[in-house]
């Protein structure tokens, strides 16, 4: 993930990276879908991306073939949560509001990657761009605008939300 979602980026101390991914693949661990998919965190010299490991279980058209849909979805999704929570990965819990994705072209049966860009984070909502791809960043095999509502814990009552 890219932009202000990632941590090494952000002021405070020094972090190793090493950290910095452990962090982010225990984030992505506590997501039951994303465990199911065998999502994985993968270091980018721009920051941190989002595999999607090819299985046979995710092909949606097997005349093309091509992943399903709703695993390129889902994909998108979690990136765009995980970069959202950010810094904060104990106090907020986003929650998705809208998710717009367009399909740019088939995904073929091969490792799918995504990254994720702050746009705007406001108080309550973040709105976060997500890319899809698997050869080459500049070919995309979908994009997607995710806007998301946090909602903030209470450190007294982690059963409380704001």
């Known amino acids: ?18 950290t910095d991914i452990q962090r982010w693949q225990t984030l992505l661990e506590s997501i039951p879908y994303a465990r199911h998919l065998g999502l994985e965190i993968v270091p980018d010299s721009t920051g941190v991306q989002v595999h999607l ?4 279980a995710l092909v949606g058209n097997v005349m093309l073939p091509a992943l399903h849909g709703g695993v390129l979805g889902a994909l998108i999704e979690i990136t765009a949560r995980i970069a959202a929570q950010g810094e904060d990965a104990m ?27 702050i746009v705007r984070r406001g108080r309550r909502v973040v709105l976060v761009r997500v890319t899809c791809w698997q050869d080459r960043i500049t070919a995309p ?5 995710v806007q998301l509502l ?13």
């Not at 993930?1 to 990276?17: E, H, K, L, V, Y």
């Open 1 to 18: 993930m890219s932009g202000t979602a990632n941590p090494a980026q952000s002021s405070g101390p020094a972090r190793d990276a090493a």
């Open 53 to 56: 490991p090819f299985r046979e």
């Open 91 to 117: 106090e907020c819990r986003p929650r998705i509001l809208d998710c717009n994705v367009d399909y740019l072209r088939s995904a073929r049966t091969q490792s799918t990657f995504a990254s994720a860009e």
């Open 141 to 145: 095999v979908a994009s997607a605008r």
């Open 150 to 162: 946090l909602d903030t814990v209470s450190a007294a009552n982690p059963k409380e939300a704001r």
